[in-house]
């Protein structure tokens, strides 16, 4: 079953963000792995979704994440990640990147609100030039310490 929120092309990611811009929705982007979903991805996204009106969130595709986590991940192939962070009520809408990064993404869609997790350094926030100069502004969301999914996996490596 393909959920409808899901956007898969960038095209229909696009035109949807003109709309709802155009509605005067404010957009909050941002970006993820999110190989299995736990409790610090949910906590920082209902935080994410608070600053603003329609929550996007891309994910990397399964070759992107293997170039960042290494060949053993995703442990959750794109699509059913895709679908399960879509049925989460505070996700407005969930797309596929296929890039290293999500610059590009961004660039497309000049979402009004760039966040990632506390971890990460505004100034090394891909993407973050452009939100700004476009009148966006950039944030960051507290890092829940200890909540990863490679915390999560070496618990399960060591248990089981």
Same mark, same amino acid.
Request: glycine share 8%; aromatic share 8%.
């Given at each position: 079953m393909k959920c409808d929120k899901i956007i898969f092309s960038r095209k229909k990611l696009i035109e949807k963000i003109k709309n709802l811009k155009r509605k005067g929705k404010k957009i909050v982007f941002t970006n993820g792995c999110y190989d299995l979903l736990h409790i610090g991805h949910i906590k920082f996204l209902k935080s994410a979704k608070r600053c603003g009106d329609v929550l996007v969130v891309a994910i990397n595709s399964d070759s992107s994440v293997r170039k960042i986590k290494g060949d053993l991940r995703p442990i959750i192939?794109? !699509?059913?990640?895709?679908?399960? &962070?879509?049925? &989460? $009520?505070?996700?407005?809408?969930?797309?596929?990147? $296929?890039?290293?990064?999500?610059? *590009? +993404?961004? *660039?497309?869609?000049?979402?009004?609100? &760039?966040? !990632?997790?506390?971890?990460?350094?505004?100034?090394? +926030? +891909?993407?973050?030039d452009i939100v700004r100069n476009n009148g966006g502004i950039v944030k960051n969301i507290k890092y829940i310490k200890g909540e990863s999914t490679t915390g999560i996996i070496n618990k399960i490596l060591k248990n089981y």
């Amino acid at each position: 079953m393909k959920c409808d929120k899901i956007i898969f092309s960038r095209k229909k990611l696009i035109e949807k963000i003109k709309n709802l811009k155009r509605k005067g929705k404010k957009i909050v982007f941002t970006n993820g792995c999110y190989d299995l979903l736990h409790i610090g991805h949910i906590k920082f996204l209902k935080s994410a979704k608070r600053c603003g009106d329609v929550l996007v969130v891309a994910i990397n595709s399964d070759s992107s994440v293997r170039k960042i986590k290494g060949d053993l991940r995703p442990i959750i192939p794109q !699509k059913e990640r895709a679908e399960v &962070l879509a049925a &989460l $009520y505070f996700v407005d809408i969930v797309t596929i990147f $296929y890039e290293d990064n999500p610059y *590009n +993404i961004i *660039n497309d869609i000049k979402p009004d609100v &760039l966040v !990632k997790g506390g971890d990460w350094k505004i100034d090394k +926030i +891909i993407g973050a030039d452009i939100v700004r100069n476009n009148g966006g502004i950039v944030k960051n969301i507290k890092y829940i310490k200890g909540e990863s999914t490679t915390g999560i996996i070496n618990k399960i490596l060591k248990n089981y």
